[in-house]
């Protein structure tokens, strides 16, 4: 069982920045950042591959990073220009896509953490 735990939301005034840090359990699995608000469904915003190719949508593309450290098992993703339309609860997701491929839709994605709440607002 991989385990997955988020890290890193709050409050945030609009412009601001924020990191999220995803700790996993065990290494070699793509990872993908997803986003609820409320009332809305979840949506894929970001995700890396185990060789670390990147993929963002276009809601997040120029303001938000993802990167990965090995050597702390962790996917962050650096948020920047944060916008009152990004507030939502982040999950990081994990799973077996082959080493070049990840994606932004939650059908790969076995393993999922519990979230972290993001809220930008004045």
């Known amino acids: 069982q991989v385990e997955l735990v988020e890290s890193g939301g709050g409050l945030v005034q609009p412009g601001g920045s924020l990191r999220l840090s995803c700790t996993i359990s065990?290494?070699?699995?793509?990872i993908g950042w997803f986003r609820q608000a409320p009332g809305k469904e979840r949506e894929g915003i970001s995700c890396i591959s185990t060789t670390d190719r990147t993929f963002y949508t276009d809601s997040v593309k120029g303001r938000f990073t993802i990167s990965r450290d090995y050597a702390k098992s962790t996917v962050h993703l650096q948020m920047n220009n944060l916008k009152p339309e990004d507030t939502a609860v982040y999950y990081c997701?994990?799973?077996?896509?082959?080493?070049?491929?990840?994606?932004?839709?939650?059908?790969?994605?076995?393993?999922w953490g519990q979230g972290t709440q993001v809220t930008v607002s004045s």
């Open positions: 997701a994990a799973g077996e896509l082959g080493s070049q491929m990840c994606a932004v839709v939650t059908e790969p994605y076995e393993y």
């Open positions: 065990e290494d070699l699995y793509a």
